[in-house]
C-alpha cells in the first residue's frame, strides 16, 4: 500500500484541518495507470465522495481513500514532505504508476491502453502521430482519439482499420468495435494531406 511518512502526514493533517468539512481525508489516484501519461494525484476526500470500491486506509494522522483501480500502480508509492526556507514540498513517487501490469483480469480500459502504447503507438510515433483511449462504451466499443501527425492525415481511416482496430481486436476479443472521435479538420500536423 501507499507509504504516507510522517511529516507527509502532519502537512496532510494539517490542511485537513483548515478544510470546513469534518472527518476529511485525502484520495489518492493514478490518471491513465499504467501508461505513459500516468500522473499520481491526491486530493480532498469526504466519506461521501469517495469512490465505492476506494479501499479506505487509515493512517496515524489521516485517513486515505486509495482508489481501487490505481491500486496495482501505487505499489511501493511514497508521499513524503520535505521542509525547506519556501516552507516545503510535498512530493509523490510512484514507481509503477507508468508500468502496464495488466492481465486478463484487468479492466478493459487498462488492457486497451496496454495495447495502445505497447503495440500501436511505436509504430504510429515514426509519422509523429498517437492515439489515445477516451473511453470504453457500451461495455465492448473503444473510443478513440488521434492525435500529432495522425489528426487531419488522409490515411487515418486505413490506419483506424487496417491497424488500430485490428490490432486491438485480435488482441481483445471481448472488443466489438473501434470508434474515432478525432477532429479530422485540424490539418497542421497531419502526416498526409
Do not use: W
Not at 18 to 36: H, L, N, W, Y
Not at 133 to 151: D, K, M, P, R, T
Not at 162 to 188: C, I, M
Amino acid at each position: 500500500m501507499v507509504e504516507i511518512t510522517a511529516s507527509a502526514q502532519t502537512y496532510l493533517a494539517g490542511l485537513l484541518a483548515k478544510q470546513e468539512a469534518s472527518d476529511i481525508g485525502v484520495r489518492i489516484f493514478i490518471t491513465e495507470p499504467g501508461t505513459p501519461m500516468a500522473e499520481t494525484c491526491i486530493a480532498y476526500c469526504r466519506p461521501d465522495e469517495a469512490q465505492e470500491e476506494d479501499i479506505r486506509v487509515e493512517y496515524e494522522s489521516i485517513t486515505a481513500f486509495i482508489d481501487a483501480r490505481s491500486e496495482p500502480f501505487l505499489e511501493e508509492a511514497l508521499v513524503d514532505f520535505a521542509e525547506d526556507r519556501m516552507g516545503g514540498q510535498l512530493t509523490i513517487k510512484a514507481p509503477n504508476a507508468k508500468l502496464p501490469k495488466v492481465s486478463a483480469d484487468s479492466p478493459l480500459e487498462d488492457q486497451v491502453n496496454y495495447i495502445l502504447h505497447s503495440q500501436v503507438n511505436p509504430s504510429l510515433a515514426s509519422h509523429g502521430g498517437m492515439v489515445s483511449l477516451v473511453e470504453v462504451v457500451e461495455e465492448s466499443i473503444a473510443v478513440l482519439q488521434f492525435g500529432g501527425g495522425c489528426q487531419g492525415c488522409g490515411m487515418v481511416d486505413v490506419t483506424l482499420k487496417n491497424g488500430v482496430e485490428k490490432t486491438l481486436l485480435d488482441a481483445l476479443p471481448q472488443l466489438t468495435s473501434v470508434r474515432d472521435v478525432t477532429d479530422h479538420t485540424v490539418t497542421e500536423n497531419a502526416y498526409f494531406s
